[in-house]
């Protein structure tokens, strides 16, 4: 019997208040990252985890200028959904939303303000993706633990203590905001009970598993990058990251329409019609140069 196909969740829902007054009109994950929206950022994540059905969590001021922007997912192969979040609260209820969509199938949640790049990312999560039976964190070594939930582990990489914004962290490595859970996601969150901010927290999911040792860790390491966007100043650095990257090497970061012909999911006639409509701004030029690459890999 084949196993379940894990799908995604993309949390774009919340009020942006850091980033007042630029997100009393627009949706924080609808704001630009040098040439791309922010929200390209996760779902590319995730495409590039193998996953080909999304959940896109949002407010119900923000769903239809997600949906102009996304659509259905068919133009890039896949499928992408919607549901309202009317109020904050907590990352964990993203999965009970999600529940109906997920239909027991293993899970990827992500958090749409997170950036992630590298070389070796995309191994990394289609290793983290192939274990259904167990659930995930991604740790990245950072200056600031104490401003994260903190994960200390072994020699052999078994998570031994999850901390959230420990006042003396035990290690230097903070969780992402990407987490990747077995079918039993939304049972578990049910159980969970609100947090003093009201809220249902994932590091109480993430407890949950690490007392069942159903909680395995993923190191990004060297080489790779993990931003948290949510910031004006964590913006604007993400943008110059990217900016550099791509001036550098002459190639897009979380390209959608590239990504997914690379991986097959359109044809070259598919992708030359994606670059037309975008053609003045320099984007659909980028994509119509694909299609006269001779190589033919990610």
């Known amino acids: ?16 208040s850091r980033l007042y007054p630029v997100t009393k009109a627009l949706s924080k994950q609808l704001m630009p990252i040098y040439d791309k929206p922010m929200i390209y950022y996760p ?26 922007l996304l659509g259905d997912g068919s133009k890039w192969g896949i499928d992408i959904n919607y549901k309202v979040q009317k109020k904050p609260d907590g990352i964990a209820s993203a999965l009970i939303l999600g529940e109906e969509f997920l239909n027991n199938s293993p899970s990827a949640l992500i958090l749409g303000d997170n950036l992630f790049h590298g070389e070796n990312l995309g191994k990394n999560l289609e290793n983290a993706s192939g274990k259904i039976d167990y ?3 991604f740790a990245y070594k950072v200056s600031d633990p104490e401003r994260y939930g903190v994960v200390e582990f072994n020699e052999s990489g078994e998570i ?4 959230e914004k420990p006042t003396n962290p035990k290690t230097k490595y903070a969780i992402t905001g990407l987490y990747f859970y077995d079918k039993n996601a939304p049972k578990k969150c049910k159980t969970l009970k609100p947090s003093k901010r009201g809220e249902l927290e994932i590091t109480d999911l993430n407890q949950l598993y690490l007392q069942e040792k159903k909680l395995k860790v993923s190191v990004i390491g060297r080489g790779m ?3 948290d966007t949510g910031t004006f100043d964590s913006l604007h650095q993400a943008s110059s990251f990217i900016r550099t990257l791509e001036k ?8 959608p329409e ?17 670059a037309k409509s975008q053609e003045k701004s320099g984007y659909g030029k980028y994509l119509l140069d694909l299609l006269n690459e001779k190589s033919h890999h990610y």
């Open 1 to 16: 019997m084949e196993s379940p196909k894990r799908k995604g969740i993309i949390l774009a829902g919340g009020t942006g």
């Open 43 to 68: 779902l590319c994540t995730l495409m590039l985890a193998g996953i080909r059905e999304f959940l896109i969590i949002t407010t119900p001021n923000d769903k239809d200028a997600f949906k102009n």
């Open 135 to 137: 659930s995930t964190v």
């Open 160 to 163: 031994r203590s999850i901390e």
């Open 225 to 227: 990058t993990w931003l």
């Open 248 to 255: 550098r090497q002459g190639q897009k970061v979380c390209s």
């Open 258 to 274: 590239e990504i997914s012909w690379r991986l097959n999911l359109i044809s070259n006639s598919e992708l030359e019609i994606l």
